[in-house]
């Protein structure tokens, strides 16, 4: 049988393209090298660390909280087993899913380990050894990624660890130290940092969350700190030794003085690599970039034209809505249709508390291109909403156009930024001024008043309520 399309990687690139390949009509495939569907976001990423966040959230707000609602709890404890159980079957139902979805769109499921024979053919190898071969008009490469790690450190994966093993451990660390300040430590930091473990983080920049707009870092830093993280900003790790239950971190600061830190636990999270490993692109032609990514132009087509790449292993943001866009967007490609994808707009959210969400440019790069804007500001200790739920650290920022009023870029931190962040895209692809959003009406009492006063602010700095 030959397919019209094999999709490579069943993670949130490789199931969205298959899916979207089908609803055209075409004859497709998906092969995933494990035995569950859903790829690194819903085996051990995004939905896995979401459902440890909200209970871990649930811990501390009923260990911190409660009693100012006037809930008073007697022998509050965590059973991490039951946490972890129910992250679990949180995983299991949504893998389980894909698995239906893809019945459901007669995609046909190869399991196994997918290598290019050439460039139409693809042998899949199972874990027993046995193989097929298949054959496709088009191959969509969707490998994903792995985590990234520096050269001189071993990881155990017992205490010096990666997200994946975080997202399993059997007892609460005492200190965890976190290398990399990126979206991953102060996400899995949160997880621990709520059901009681110190955090400590060494990063190498001078921020936390270092790519998105400062104002964030800055304030997450913040609202961090209150819940005992210790930050070890401009720090570069040197080593990292383990012995008997203890870990040590030996880092270098700004001024090169040695620092060690010693704790229970390491979690590296440095940021991932793209995945080819066992791919044999090489057999296809198929060109990696000197990162190792696959190598993409503009219809994210490789060099070898009936073979194309998406999500974590081409260029660009490491997320799951920007591989499903980049699915969809290869599928209708080949399908003969003209998609369009503005990379701009795919936001970028943090799920800490609060949450931190950003869209568009930056306000330093908007300095950095030379663009004159204006900026607005919100804080959610202003809002109404936020003070019922005492949720009033973080803000909202919205930088508009110094002539044209058009919003350039919205950066969110504060309660369910991760939800209001969608508004802001909106705006931005139907290119909104500040004032249009401004005169708005969001219902009352609403986080998202937040950002129709950010917008206020940003028009004649005119926000009512502060
Ligand atoms: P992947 O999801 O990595 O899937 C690739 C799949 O390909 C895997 O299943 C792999 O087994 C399979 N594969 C690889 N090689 C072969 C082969 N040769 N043959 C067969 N199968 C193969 N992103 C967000 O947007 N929001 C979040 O909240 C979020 N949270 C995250 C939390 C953590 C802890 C981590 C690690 C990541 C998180 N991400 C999040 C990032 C997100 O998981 C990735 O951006 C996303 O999974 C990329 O999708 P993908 O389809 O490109 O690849
Ligand atoms: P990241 O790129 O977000 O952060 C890595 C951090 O490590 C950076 O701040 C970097 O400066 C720092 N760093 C790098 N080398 C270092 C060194 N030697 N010493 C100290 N610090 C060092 O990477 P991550 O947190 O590992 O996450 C990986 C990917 O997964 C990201 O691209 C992210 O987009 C994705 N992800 C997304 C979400 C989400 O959308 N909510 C959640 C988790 C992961």
Redesign the pocket.
């Given at each position: 049988m030959t397919y019209d399309v094999i999709v490579i990687g069943s993670g949130p690139g490789g199931y969205v393209a298959a899916i979207r390949a089908a609803q055209l009509g075409m004859k497709t495939a998906i092969v995933e090298k494990y035995p569950t569907l859903g790829g690194t976001c819903l085996n051990v990423?995004?939905i896995p660390?979401k459902a440890l966040l909200d209970s871990s959230e649930h811990y501390h707000n009923a260990a911190h909280t409660f009693e100012t609602h006037g809930i008073n709890l007697k022998d509050l404890k965590v059973n991490l087993k039951q946490m972890i159980a129910r992250k679990d079957d949180v995983v299991k139902q949504n893998v389980d899913g894909i698995q239906f979805l893809m019945k459901k769109n007669k995609i046909d499921v190869h399991q196994g380990l997918g290598s290019f024979v050439d460039k139409n053919t693809i042998k899949v190898t199972k874990d027993d050894g046995k193989s097929e071969e298949i054959t496709g008009k088009n191959i969509i490469i969707a490998t994903g990624?792995k985590?990234?790690n520096?050269p001189f450190i071993e990881l155990d994966k017992d205490r010096i660890i990666t997200?994946t093993e975080a997202l399993k451990l059997k007892e609460i660390p005492k200190h965890m130290i976190v290398?990399?300040?990126?979206?991953?430590?102060m996400?899995l930091g949160s997880v621990y940092g709520r059901l009681g473990a110190k955090v400590s983080v060494?990063?190498?920049?001078d921020g936390?969350?270092?790519?998105m707009d400062k104002t964030m870092g800055k304030e997450l830093q913040k609202s961090l700190k209150k819940l005992g993280f210790d930050f070890y900003l401009k720090?570069?790790?040197t080593g990292v030794t383990k012995k008997g239950k203890e870990v040590t971190v030996v880092a270098e600061d700004s001024k090169g003085e040695k620092v060690e830190i010693k704790g229970d636990y390491v979690l590296v999270?440095?940021?991932?690599r793209p995945y080819t490993d066992g791919l044999n692109a090489e057999a296809a032609g198929v060109k990696l970039t000197e990162r190792g990514q696959v190598e993409v132009n503009d219809h994210l087509q490789t060099n070898v034209s009936n073979i194309y790449a998406i999500g974590d292993v081409v260029k660009g943001?490491?997320?799951?809505h920007k591989a499903e866009e980049e699915g969809v967007f290869v599928a209708e490609t080949i399908a003969g249709q003209k998609p369009h994808i503005n990379y701009l707009l795919i936001p970028?959210?943090?799920?800490t508390w609060p949450e931190v969400a950003s869209v568009g440019y930056t306000e330093e790069q908007l300095k950095e291109k030379g663009i004159k804007y204006k900026a607005g500001k919100f804080p959610f200790m202003a809002s109404g909403r936020a003070r019922a739920s005492m949720d009033t650290d973080g803000l909202v920022k919205v930088l508009a156009d110094a002539s044209t009023d058009e919003i350039l870029g919205v950066h969110m931190i504060g309660p369910r930024t991760a939800d209001m962040i969608a508004e802001a895209v909106v705006a931005m692809e139907y290119r909104a001024s500040a004032e249009d959003i401004a005169r708005m009406s969001h219902a009352h009492p609403t986080y998202t008043e937040a950002f129709k006063e950010a917008c206020l602010a940003a028009t004649d700095n005119r926000a009512l309520h502060v």
């Open positions: 990423g995004c660390s990624s985590p990234a520096l997200s290398i990399g300040g990126g979206v991953i430590g996400e060494v990063e190498y920049m936390i969350i270092p790519t720090h570069k790790v999270s440095i940021g991932r943001a490491m997320l799951a970028g959210v943090v799920y």
